[in-house]
């Protein structure tokens, strides 16, 4: 049973068709890209498995459950986190304050409580504290707890992001364009980076990602997605050497022989 499926997905704005038909299965433990040439659909594509969009038509199945028509906080509450192609941090909040704000959906306390500062208020915040350290630690950005986000290198900016998005403790990880912007050296270190989290945290991930070298050395999977469909499924190997992909991705014909 997929963890995650889509069927005959449609998303229409307006007379424009901007996903059509988008259908892929995700299986526990996997690392799957997904990748297009630019205006092809693929963050349309995100945003409707994370309820930022809701579809036109068709079906999201995750944990063989609807969530279509859910809002994003419920999905991320079910266990589907997702990072943005532009890094979008708190970035006038201190490092370990992005971190703790993903702990605060399954806080008990309440707004009184918040303002009171009551017992329960000081135990569970610093419950809260305790366990952003120890994420912070994981991907060794502890050192600059309290640095506001929007000091740190581009690369950490993203490893922060990332961070907060595994604070939520999802099961399924949607990484849209993580090196967009990196050089290659920080490229290399977010290669690694997606292994060992993978393997770490126990993570199905759904990549997005224009950096072919990435996507063909991290992905077991590959789906290609032109003008709203997708037009061709397979390994690494098998996307590669596909004409459709080709044609899609150099704007011609190729001879199939």
Known sequence: MPILETKQLIKTFGGLTAVNGFEIYLNKGELIGL???NG?????AFNMLTGVYQPTSGEINFLDASIVGQYPYEITQKGIARTFQNIR????LSV????????????????????LQTK?????????TEKALEFLKIFKLDHKSQEYAKNLPYGEQRRLEI???????????????????????????????????????????????????????????????DYGKIIAHGTPQEIKSNPRVIEAYLGEEVPVC
């Not at 941090?89 to 006038?92: E, N, S």
């Open 120 to 128: 329960k208020y000081r135990q569970e915040e610093k419950k809260i």
């Open 40 to 44: 092809a659909g693929k963050t349309t």
């Open 96 to 115: 370990i304050d992005n971190v703790k704000i993903a702990y605060h959906q399954n806080v008990s306390y309440s707004v009184l409580d918040s303002i």
């Open 163 to 225: 961070a907060r998005a595994l604070a939520t403790k999802p099961k399924l990880v949607l990484l849209d364009e993580p090196a967009a912007g990196m050089n290659p050296q920080e490229t290399q270190e977010l290669l690694g980076l997606i292994k060992w989290i993978r393997e770490y945290f126990d993570l199905t991930i759904l990549l997005i990602e224009h950096d072919m070298s990435l996507v063909m050395n991290v992905c077991e999977r590959i789906y290609v997605l």
């Open 89 to 92: 941090l708190f970035k006038d």
């Open 35 to 37: 990748i297009g040439p």
